[in-house]
């Protein structure tokens, strides 16, 4: 099982990083100035991933969900972050039914810069994340009560005949009560700027969460690959706009998703 799993994995972030200032990750905003990207997203599923991450066929799965991130420079080396979003889910299966309004897992935290030179930039965040109370673990990876989250994060830009390409890595483990590791989160982004009001970006998040007991039932392990493919346009000074795509690529005891998507971007 671990060389199915890890394989395609290993092999996949490898083409992305040989394929190719960036979004919201490693490069902190300055003193007094910040960003907020709010996003919409549609999405379905007829198939889940079993314990042997095979894709097994499903009644039905639909999600809607609204999100807000914020970065708020409090000095040229603290960052201050904020991520929430608001729900709706219909989980359908041979022998269950699941139906969710409500608020996602929401985030709140500090990022510091740790090094940063022209193109390259190193930061470390560590954030309280209040859980979503969203108890179906087929639809939700990384669960299971309020969390701490400790993350690292990478990011480097350069220019080329091209256009100017980025790359920003995240590595990030949460615990619920510091007495064991609860879950893992991994994301790469890479994009291209052809130009100076065009982006074309990728972002992969890979999510891991352990298995253990929740209100008295087993919870198995689950793991989960999503990849993303989407543009982005400035149409105003300091303000963009995203449509994309995704789709869970890999998982294990999680809905095989397809999903699209629209965010704004707005600088201040």
Not at 205 to 218: E, H, K
Not at 225 to 250: C, D, E, M, N, W
Request: net charge negative; glycine share 10%.
């Amino acid at each position: 099982m671990q060389e199915k799993f890890l394989h395609p994995i290993v092999v996949f972030l490898m083409g992305l990083f040989w394929s190719c200032q960036a979004h919201a990750g490693a490069w902190n905003q300055a003193a007094g100035q910040g960003q907020i990207i709010s996003t919409s997203s549609w999405s379905h599923a007829g198939e889940i991933f079993d314990e042997d991450f095979d894709a097994v066929p499903l009644r039905g799965f639909t999600k809607t969900e609204s999100r807000i991130y914020v970065e708020h420079g409090v000095t040229d080396w603290l960052t201050l972050v904020g991520n929430g979003a608001f729900q709706t889910l219909n989980f359908r299966d041979e022998d269950s039914r699941f139906d969710f309004d409500g608020l996602d897992d929401t985030e709140l935290g500090l990022q510091y810069k740790l090094h940063a030179r022209e193109g390259f930039s190193t930061s470390i965040r560590a954030s309280y994340v209040i859980d979503s109370r969203l108890d179906n673990q087929a639809v939700d990876v990384l669960r299971g009560g309020d969390q701490y989250e400790l993350r690292g994060l990478v990011g480097q830009s350069r220019t080329t005949p091209i256009g100017n390409i980025f790359y920003d890595a995240q590595v990030a483990a949460r615990t619920e009560s510091f007495s064991a590791l609860d879950g893992v989160h991994g994301a790469l982004s890479l994009g291209i700027k052809p130009t100076e009001r065009w982006l074309l970006m990728t972002q992969n998040f890979l999510n891991f969460s352990n298995n253990g007991m929740r209100d008295g039932f087993n919870i198995p392990k689950q793991t989960q690959l999503v990849s993303q493919l989407s543009f982005a346009h400035q149409y105003r000074p300091s303000r963009y706009i995203q449509l994309g795509v995704g789709k869970t690529l890999i998982g294990q005891n999680i809905v095989k998703e397809r999903s699209v998507f629209v965010g704004l971007w707005t600088e201040y």
